[in-house]
């Protein structure tokens, strides 16, 4: 499996977390928005509560963002 999956199971804050929290600081420092890259982490998150792998389409993505 993979490093963020093992994490993600042993209940450590993802590398997805992490690195869609930088996009999002430092879009906020040039004073932008980056809505869909603050979204990213709690569909990981949420997918897993669930019971399933964080695993999706790009197409299964891009309809969440666009819901949200």
Same mark, same amino acid.
């Given at each position: 499996?993979?490093?963020?999956?093992?994490?993600?199971?042993?209940? $450590?804050?993802?590398?997805?977390?992490?690195?869609?929290?930088? /996009?999002?600081?430092? @879009?906020? +420092?040039? $004073?932008?928005?980056?809505?869909?890259?603050?979204?990213?982490?709690?569909?990981?998150?949420?997918?897993?509560? +669930?019971? +399933?792998?964080?695993?999706?389409?790009?197409?299964?993505?891009?309809?969440?963002?666009? @819901? /949200?």
């Amino acid at each position: 499996g993979s490093s963020m999956l093992g994490g993600l199971e042993l209940g $450590r804050k993802s590398e997805v977390e992490y690195l869609q929290g930088a /996009v999002v600081k430092l @879009a906020e +420092q040039q $004073r932008l928005e980056a809505p869909y890259n603050s979204k990213i982490p709690t569909l990981a998150l949420n997918t897993f509560k +669930q019971g +399933q792998s964080p695993k999706m389409s790009g197409q299964e993505i891009c309809q969440f963002l666009k @819901a /949200v």
